[in-house]
């Protein structure tokens, strides 16, 4: 699995410092849904992709997942429970 570069994750950290809540957890959650829920095993099988795509498919997504716990880092560092923040609740 490619691992992200301690430049990489510098330049992620500083392109979104700046970001809002609302547009960070919005950034969370499609990587999570886009990313992730895409290289399912099972349905991409089902569906007669070939193995080399699959393969692919699973090593974006284990990259992508790196990207989604910088994020939950963030949102962590601002008290922010994603899964919580659209009912108006933040961690205490």
Same mark, same amino acid.
């Given at each position: 699995?490619?691992?992200?570069?301690?430049?990489?994750?510098? #330049?992620?950290?500083?392109?979104?410092? *700046?970001?809002?809540?609302?547009?960070?957890?919005? $950034?969370?959650?499609? %990587?999570?849904?886009?990313?992730?829920?895409?290289?399912?095993?099972?349905?991409? #099988?089902?569906?007669?992709?070939?193995? *080399?795509?699959?393969?692919?498919?699973?090593?974006? $997504?284990?990259?992508? %997942?790196?990207?989604?716990?910088?994020?939950?880092?963030?949102?962590?560092?601002?008290?922010?429970?994603?899964?919580?923040?659209?009912?108006?609740?933040?961690?205490?």
């Amino acid at each position: 699995m490619k691992k992200l570069t301690e430049n990489e994750i510098k #330049k992620f950290y500083s392109d979104n410092r *700046s970001l809002s809540d609302d547009k960070l957890v919005k $950034a969370y959650f499609n %990587i999570l849904i886009h990313d992730v829920a895409t290289a399912c095993t099972t349905v991409l #099988k089902e569906a007669g992709c070939s193995e *080399s795509t699959i393969i692919k498919r699973q090593e974006n $997504a284990e990259y992508a %997942i790196q990207y989604a716990r910088l994020i939950d880092n963030m949102l962590f560092e601002r008290g922010i429970d994603p899964y919580k923040f659209y009912s108006g609740k933040k961690v205490e």
